[in-house]
């Protein structure tokens, strides 16, 4: 049987979430249908030694590396930031967001974590450059565009483009990095690099 990746495993537990009760009691019908199987042996340490050494958003570290232009060690000490309360700032209702600090190529640029509550709109916004997303956590719905983003995906617009959001109901908040080139506009409002 072929390994699934990570983003098949979220989007797996992200349709779950969508409608918890019928998935819950279809894994429970499952689970009673399949035969008991020792795990191996090595399964146990091997998860224990992932859990000590590498944060849960760890794997997106090579990506947020190359989205912010820094190194892999400064995006994994990023992602060890999102989980931590006192980090964010809240500027909308239900809506935070973490800035940080990037390298060269996105010097001129919005830079941030955002966290929008599950089932949260994000406000229409004006993109003054190329915008790049990458999601972490949950998931979203591009109203204008009829598009859902869940974790590992990449969404990019280009300069002049608008759009609006919706964070998926019914599972985690939605947590992405946003990379906007120059910056953004909403609520009448100018949104400049930092």
Known sequence: M??????????????????ADAAGLGLLRLSEALPEIAPPSELRER????????????RFADAVADLLDIGTGKA??????IDDPSAWSLELPGISFLWV???????NAVRGFVRVAAGQDFPEHEHLGDETVLVLQGGF????????????????????????FRALPNG???VKLAVVQTGLRALGQEYLPR
């Open 141 to 164: 719905e591009d109203v204008q565009r009829g598009k859902v983003f869940r974790p590992g995906d990449v969404d990019t617009m280009p300069t002049g483009t608008s759009h609006a």
């Open 172 to 174: 985690p908040d939605l």
């Open 47 to 58: 998860l224990l030694h992932d859990a000590r050494s590498e944060g849960r958003l760890a």
């Open 101 to 107: 600090e990037g390298g060269p190529s996105v010097a």
């Open 76 to 81: 994994k000490e990023l992602l060890e930031r």
């Open 2 to 19: 072929p390994r699934s990746t990570d983003a098949e495993l979220d989007r797996f537990l992200s349709d779950l979430a969508e409608d």
